[in-house]
Protein backbone atom coordinates (compact mmCIF):
# COMPACT_ATOMS: atom_id res chain seq x y z
CA UNK A 1 0.00 0.00 0.00
CA UNK A 2 1.41 3.57 -0.70
CA UNK A 3 3.03 5.38 2.00
CA UNK A 4 0.53 8.25 2.28
CA UNK A 5 4.13 10.33 3.24
CA UNK A 6 5.73 10.06 -0.27
CA UNK A 7 4.52 11.85 -3.32
CA UNK A 8 2.12 9.19 -5.69
CA UNK A 9 3.17 8.51 -8.73
CA UNK A 10 -0.59 8.31 -10.35
CA UNK A 11 -3.64 10.67 -9.38
CA UNK A 12 -6.54 9.64 -10.36
CA UNK A 13 -9.11 12.35 -10.73
CA UNK A 14 -13.63 11.34 -11.11
CA UNK A 15 -15.70 13.73 -11.61
CA UNK A 16 -18.72 12.98 -9.68
CA UNK A 17 -22.49 14.09 -10.46
CA UNK A 18 -25.09 11.72 -8.62
CA UNK A 19 -23.64 8.42 -9.85
CA UNK A 20 -23.06 7.19 -5.69
CA UNK A 21 -23.99 3.60 -6.30
CA UNK A 22 -21.89 3.83 -9.68
CA UNK A 23 -18.65 5.65 -7.69
CA UNK A 24 -18.56 3.30 -4.79
CA UNK A 25 -18.41 0.81 -7.28
CA UNK A 26 -15.90 2.33 -8.78
CA UNK A 27 -13.70 2.94 -6.10
CA UNK A 28 -14.43 -0.32 -4.63
CA UNK A 29 -12.27 -1.55 -7.69
CA UNK A 30 -9.31 1.35 -6.92
CA UNK A 31 -9.08 0.39 -3.27
CA UNK A 32 -8.68 -3.73 -4.79
CA UNK A 33 -5.33 -2.32 -6.59
CA UNK A 34 -4.20 -0.25 -4.48
CA UNK A 35 -0.63 -1.82 -3.87
CA UNK A 36 0.12 -1.78 -7.57
CA UNK A 37 1.16 1.42 -7.92
CA UNK A 38 1.44 4.20 -5.89
CA UNK A 39 -1.61 6.71 -5.99
CA UNK A 40 -3.98 8.85 -4.77
CA UNK A 41 -7.56 9.30 -5.78
CA UNK A 42 -9.47 12.61 -6.23
CA UNK A 43 -13.42 12.53 -6.10
CA UNK A 44 -14.42 16.03 -7.96
CA UNK A 45 -18.10 16.60 -7.07
CA UNK A 46 -19.88 18.65 -9.06
CA UNK A 47 -22.76 19.71 -6.72
CA UNK A 48 -24.23 16.54 -6.48
CA UNK A 49 -27.82 16.10 -3.99
CA UNK A 50 -27.44 12.14 -3.71
CA UNK A 51 -25.62 11.50 -0.79
CA UNK A 52 -22.19 11.07 -3.07
CA UNK A 53 -19.52 13.49 -1.17
CA UNK A 54 -21.15 12.38 2.27
CA UNK A 55 -20.73 8.31 0.98
CA UNK A 56 -16.91 9.29 -0.37
CA UNK A 57 -15.99 10.80 3.20
CA UNK A 58 -17.32 7.91 5.24
CA UNK A 59 -16.84 4.93 3.39
CA UNK A 60 -13.54 5.75 1.38
CA UNK A 61 -11.56 8.08 4.12
CA UNK A 62 -8.10 7.84 1.85
CA UNK A 63 -10.17 9.48 -1.12
CA UNK A 64 -9.68 13.12 -1.17
CA UNK A 65 -13.03 14.58 -1.64
CA UNK A 66 -13.39 17.53 -3.77
CA UNK A 67 -16.73 19.79 -3.19
CA UNK A 68 -17.37 22.29 -6.37
CA UNK A 69 -20.54 22.99 -4.84
CA UNK A 70 -22.37 23.22 -7.99
CA UNK A 71 -22.34 21.61 -11.94
CA UNK A 72 -19.29 23.21 -13.15
CA UNK A 73 -19.52 20.81 -16.44
CA UNK A 74 -16.89 18.13 -17.13
CA UNK A 75 -13.70 19.58 -18.20
CA UNK A 76 -14.60 23.19 -15.51
CA UNK A 77 -15.17 20.21 -13.26
CA UNK A 78 -11.91 17.92 -13.71
CA UNK A 79 -9.61 21.53 -13.82
CA UNK A 80 -10.82 21.74 -10.64
CA UNK A 81 -8.59 19.48 -9.50
CA UNK A 82 -5.61 20.75 -10.76
CA UNK A 83 -4.57 22.42 -7.89
CA UNK A 84 -4.14 19.71 -5.52
CA UNK A 85 -3.21 16.64 -8.02
CA UNK A 86 0.17 15.57 -7.01
CA UNK A 87 1.26 12.71 -9.45
CA UNK A 88 3.72 12.98 -11.99
CA UNK A 89 0.85 11.28 -14.36
CA UNK A 90 -2.62 11.53 -13.97
CA UNK A 91 -5.89 9.66 -14.85
CA UNK A 92 -9.24 11.04 -15.80
CA UNK A 93 -11.68 8.35 -14.83
CA UNK A 94 -15.55 7.99 -15.14
CA UNK A 95 -17.56 7.10 -12.40
CA UNK A 96 -19.42 4.67 -14.30
CA UNK A 97 -16.57 2.14 -14.41
CA UNK A 98 -14.60 -0.51 -12.74
CA UNK A 99 -10.70 -0.92 -12.50
CA UNK A 100 -8.82 -4.84 -13.33
CA UNK A 101 -6.28 -5.69 -11.57
CA UNK A 102 -2.96 -4.21 -13.95
CA UNK A 103 -4.83 -1.85 -15.62
CA UNK A 104 -2.99 1.11 -13.97
CA UNK A 105 0.47 -0.53 -13.41
CA UNK A 106 0.44 -1.49 -17.26
CA UNK A 107 -1.10 1.83 -18.22
CA UNK A 108 1.80 3.73 -16.63
CA UNK A 109 4.39 1.49 -17.82
CA UNK A 110 3.57 2.01 -21.14
CA UNK A 111 3.21 5.11 -20.97
CA UNK A 112 6.66 5.54 -20.00
CA UNK A 113 7.99 3.30 -22.87
CA UNK A 114 8.54 6.49 -24.95
CA UNK A 115 8.64 10.31 -23.64
CA UNK A 116 6.61 11.18 -26.78
CA UNK A 117 3.11 9.72 -25.71
CA UNK A 118 0.97 12.24 -24.84
CA UNK A 119 -1.51 10.27 -23.49
CA UNK A 120 -2.82 6.79 -24.05
CA UNK A 121 -6.28 4.68 -22.96
CA UNK A 122 -6.43 0.99 -23.01
CA UNK A 123 -9.69 -0.78 -24.40
CA UNK A 124 -13.16 0.29 -22.92
CA UNK A 125 -15.61 -2.91 -22.44
CA UNK A 126 -19.36 -1.97 -22.33
CA UNK A 127 -21.94 -4.22 -19.99
CA UNK A 128 -22.79 -5.99 -23.13
CA UNK A 129 -19.12 -7.16 -24.18
CA UNK A 130 -18.88 -5.09 -26.78
CA UNK A 131 -15.97 -2.42 -27.21
CA UNK A 132 -17.11 1.05 -26.69
CA UNK A 133 -16.29 2.45 -29.57
CA UNK A 134 -15.51 6.26 -28.53
CA UNK A 135 -12.26 5.07 -26.73
CA UNK A 136 -10.87 5.97 -30.10
CA UNK A 137 -11.98 8.61 -32.63
CA UNK A 138 -10.54 10.37 -35.35
CA UNK A 139 -10.78 14.03 -35.71
CA UNK A 140 -14.14 14.90 -36.51
CA UNK A 141 -13.09 16.63 -40.26
CA UNK A 142 -15.68 17.33 -42.71
CA UNK A 143 -15.22 14.00 -44.36
CA UNK A 144 -15.13 12.13 -41.37
CA UNK A 145 -18.06 13.67 -39.94
CA UNK A 146 -19.97 13.24 -43.40
CA UNK A 147 -18.78 9.70 -43.77
CA UNK A 148 -20.45 8.90 -39.66
CA UNK A 149 -23.38 11.35 -39.75
CA UNK A 150 -24.41 11.18 -43.51
CA UNK A 151 -23.08 7.91 -44.95
CA UNK A 152 -24.09 6.29 -41.54
CA UNK A 153 -20.48 4.70 -42.01
CA UNK A 154 -18.37 5.13 -38.79
CA UNK A 155 -15.84 3.11 -40.05
CA UNK A 156 -13.29 5.94 -40.32
CA UNK A 157 -14.67 8.13 -37.28
CA UNK A 158 -13.90 5.00 -34.66
CA UNK A 159 -10.77 3.13 -36.23
CA UNK A 160 -13.35 0.42 -37.41
CA UNK A 161 -10.49 0.09 -40.43
CA UNK A 162 -7.90 -0.83 -37.55
CA UNK A 163 -7.85 -3.96 -35.35
CA UNK A 164 -9.72 -3.71 -32.01
CA UNK A 165 -6.81 -5.75 -30.54
CA UNK A 166 -4.34 -3.84 -31.89
CA UNK A 167 -1.73 -1.05 -30.34
CA UNK A 168 -1.94 1.86 -32.39
CA UNK A 169 -1.71 5.58 -32.16
CA UNK A 170 -4.65 7.36 -32.72
CA UNK A 171 -6.72 11.12 -33.00
CA UNK A 172 -8.59 11.17 -29.84
CA UNK A 173 -9.23 9.06 -27.31
CA UNK A 174 -12.33 9.57 -24.48
CA UNK A 175 -12.30 10.93 -21.61
CA UNK A 176 -13.48 7.81 -19.58
CA UNK A 177 -10.17 7.18 -19.28
CA UNK A 178 -7.52 9.37 -20.22
CA UNK A 179 -3.86 8.58 -18.78
CA UNK A 180 -1.63 11.76 -19.29
CA UNK A 181 2.12 12.94 -17.84
CA UNK A 182 1.05 16.01 -16.08
CA UNK A 183 3.93 17.98 -17.55
CA UNK A 184 1.85 17.14 -20.78
CA UNK A 185 -1.56 18.59 -19.34
CA UNK A 186 0.19 21.29 -18.00
CA UNK A 187 1.80 22.31 -21.58
CA UNK A 188 -1.57 21.68 -23.20
CA UNK A 189 -3.54 23.73 -20.87
CA UNK A 190 -5.36 21.33 -19.70
CA UNK A 191 -9.58 20.83 -20.52
CA UNK A 192 -10.89 23.85 -22.37
CA UNK A 193 -13.99 25.57 -20.41
CA UNK A 194 -15.38 26.33 -24.00
CA UNK A 195 -17.35 23.27 -23.61
CA UNK A 196 -19.72 21.79 -20.87
CA UNK A 197 -20.12 18.79 -21.29
CA UNK A 198 -18.62 15.83 -24.30
CA UNK A 199 -16.11 17.46 -27.00
CA UNK A 200 -13.28 18.51 -24.30
CA UNK A 201 -11.82 15.09 -24.40
CA UNK A 202 -11.18 15.57 -28.68
CA UNK A 203 -10.19 18.89 -27.76
CA UNK A 204 -7.63 18.38 -25.37
CA UNK A 205 -6.03 15.27 -27.58
CA UNK A 206 -6.27 17.89 -30.40
CA UNK A 207 -4.11 20.34 -28.10
CA UNK A 208 -1.35 17.55 -26.99
CA UNK A 209 -1.12 16.74 -30.62
CA UNK A 210 -0.83 20.17 -31.76
CA UNK A 211 2.33 20.18 -29.09
CA UNK A 212 4.17 17.15 -30.81
CA UNK A 213 2.83 14.34 -28.85
CA UNK A 214 1.60 11.34 -29.92
CA UNK A 215 -1.93 9.42 -28.21
CA UNK A 216 -2.60 5.53 -28.27
CA UNK A 217 -5.14 3.23 -27.55
CA UNK A 218 -3.71 0.07 -25.54
CA UNK A 219 -6.03 -2.52 -25.72
CA UNK A 220 -3.32 -4.86 -23.51
CA UNK A 221 -5.61 -3.86 -20.83
CA UNK A 222 -9.25 -3.36 -20.30
CA UNK A 223 -12.02 -1.40 -17.84
CA UNK A 224 -15.65 -1.85 -17.51
CA UNK A 225 -17.61 1.20 -18.91
CA UNK A 226 -20.97 1.36 -17.81
CA UNK A 227 -21.52 3.98 -21.21
CA UNK A 228 -23.33 7.17 -19.82
CA UNK A 229 -24.36 6.48 -16.72
CA UNK A 230 -21.88 9.19 -15.19
CA UNK A 231 -23.88 11.74 -17.90
CA UNK A 232 -27.40 10.88 -16.62
CA UNK A 233 -28.46 9.89 -19.78
CA UNK A 234 -29.53 6.32 -18.13
CA UNK A 235 -31.87 8.10 -16.17
CA UNK A 236 -35.67 8.35 -16.88
CA UNK A 237 -37.10 11.21 -18.64
CA UNK A 238 -39.76 10.93 -15.52
CA UNK A 239 -36.66 11.68 -13.01
CA UNK A 240 -35.45 14.51 -15.17
CA UNK A 241 -36.81 17.82 -15.86
CA UNK A 242 -36.86 19.06 -19.27
CA UNK A 243 -34.67 21.56 -19.23
CA UNK A 244 -32.34 19.41 -17.96
CA UNK A 245 -32.33 16.95 -20.26
CA UNK A 246 -32.29 19.41 -22.89
CA UNK A 247 -28.98 20.98 -21.23
CA UNK A 248 -27.36 17.49 -21.47
CA UNK A 249 -28.36 16.94 -25.01
CA UNK A 250 -27.88 19.19 -26.89
CA UNK A 251 -24.08 19.33 -25.11
CA UNK A 252 -22.62 17.19 -27.90
CA UNK A 253 -24.09 18.96 -31.18
CA UNK A 254 -23.19 22.47 -29.67
CA UNK A 255 -19.73 21.24 -28.98
CA UNK A 256 -19.30 20.25 -32.41
CA UNK A 257 -19.92 23.65 -33.24
CA UNK A 258 -17.47 25.11 -30.75
CA UNK A 259 -14.79 22.05 -31.65
CA UNK A 260 -15.19 23.10 -35.67
CA UNK A 261 -14.90 27.19 -35.10
CA UNK A 262 -11.86 26.30 -33.05
CA UNK A 263 -9.54 23.93 -34.61
CA UNK A 264 -10.98 23.42 -37.94
CA UNK A 265 -12.42 26.57 -39.51
CA UNK A 266 -9.62 27.83 -40.83
CA UNK A 267 -8.74 25.03 -42.86
CA UNK A 268 -11.00 24.24 -45.11
CA UNK A 269 -12.62 27.23 -47.84
CA UNK A 270 -15.62 28.98 -46.73
CA UNK A 271 -18.46 27.33 -48.85
CA UNK A 272 -17.08 24.16 -47.04
CA UNK A 273 -17.13 25.77 -43.72
CA UNK A 274 -20.91 27.07 -44.30
CA UNK A 275 -21.96 23.34 -45.36
CA UNK A 276 -20.63 22.38 -42.12
CA UNK A 277 -22.04 24.71 -39.72
CA UNK A 278 -25.76 24.35 -41.93
CA UNK A 279 -25.18 20.38 -40.98
CA UNK A 280 -24.84 21.01 -37.22
CA UNK A 281 -27.64 23.51 -37.04
CA UNK A 282 -29.59 20.71 -38.61
CA UNK A 283 -28.49 18.22 -35.76
CA UNK A 284 -29.36 20.84 -33.39
CA UNK A 285 -33.27 21.40 -34.59
CA UNK A 286 -33.50 17.19 -34.62
CA UNK A 287 -31.92 16.57 -31.21
CA UNK A 288 -34.27 19.30 -29.79
CA UNK A 289 -37.17 18.21 -31.18
CA UNK A 290 -37.04 14.37 -30.52
CA UNK A 291 -35.81 15.60 -26.73
CA UNK A 292 -39.16 17.31 -26.52
CA UNK A 293 -41.07 15.44 -27.99
CA UNK A 294 -39.96 12.57 -25.71
Not at 48 to 77: C, H, Q, R, T, Y
Not at 165 to 178: F, L, R
Amino acid sequence: MMNSMKKPELSIIILSFNTKDLLRDCLDSLEKVRDEISFEVIVADNGSIDGSLEMVKAEFPWVIALNNKKNLGFAKGNNAAKKIAKGKYILFLNSDTVVYKDVLKESVRFIKTDQKIGAMTCKLVLANGKIDKDIRRRFPTPWVSFSRLVLGSGRLYWYEDVSENKTHEVDAIQGAYHLSPKKVLDEANWFSEDYFLDGEDIDLCWKIRAKGFKIFYYPKVKILHLKGASKGKNETKEKVPLSSRLKFRMASVNSMEIFYKKHLWNRYILPINLLVLTGIKFLKLVRFVRTVLQ
